[in-house]
């Protein structure tokens, strides 16, 4: 689980083969879950959930893969190349958005936070992560403001957008991101599902898990 917050896609063989390749998927999306299980992940029923100092409430259950090194989690329905919910709690100034290293002068470039970064700068660090991550044609949607519960002065301000995605493989994904800054640090909340099926099926449910972001 060590550095894969955002997990990579299989890819489709050939063309015009669309009922095989989902055959592969359904197949590999069980053989994920299994491994999950063998990782470490452990079953997460709806509810109200804790996960470091957020609540969330879901209305789903899905498999919760743990980081033991650093706080960030990575949740799944289907298996990770069906589904994930990435989880990252605390990101520091000067560290990868989603945690996988920290600036270095001969990087000056790379999608790291800074404490007091705006909305849009946030949205955009987030698309430049995916993009180095093997995603292409990126594209963010519909960025607005987010009052999030909680908090020392009743509600936290935070942010949430939409995005679509392609792997390599031209799988089209969609995805939603929920983020706040606290004290200098950045939470984030990804989302993401193929754009057939997937996406359709739990939107509704993911989209009311964000907006639900409770913090401590």
């Known amino acids: 689980m060590r550095h894969a917050p955002i997990p990579s896609f299989p890819r ?3 063309k015009g083969c669309s ?3 989902r055959t592969t998927l359904l197949s590999l999306a069980l053989l994920l879950l299994v491994a999950c299980a063998s990782q470490g992940g452990v079953l997460q029923r709806a509810g109200t959930v804790d996960v470091y100092d957020m609540q969330l409430q879901t209305d789903l259950a899905w498999s919760r893969i743990k980081d033991p090194l650093q706080h960030e989690e990575i949740w799944t329905i289907d298996g990770t190349a069906l589904n994930s919910l990435s989880i990252f709690s605390g990101i520091a100034n000067g560290q990868h958005v989603f945690m996988l290293g920290r600036e270095r002068s001969s990087r000056p470039d790379g999608p790291w936070f800074r404490s007091g970064m705006r909305a849009d700068e946030i949205r955009d660090i987030v698309v430049a992560a995916m993009v180095r991550q093997g995603m292409i044609s990126v594209r963010a949607i519909d960025l607005r403001p987010q009052r999030f519960a909680g908090g020392t002065a009743g509600g936290v301000d935070g942010l949430r957008f939409e995005f679509t995605a392609t792997s390599d493989a031209g799988l089209i994904y969609k995805g939603s991101v929920a983020a706040a800054q606290r004290d200098g640090k950045l939470d984030l909340l ?6 057939e099926y997937y996406y359709d099926r739990d939107v509704p449910a993911v989209m009311k898990m964000l907006d639900s972001v409770r913090f401590r």
């Open 190 to 195: 990804l989302w993401k599902a193929p754009a």
């Open 12 to 14: 489709a063989r050939g």
């Open 19 to 21: 009922h095989s390749i």
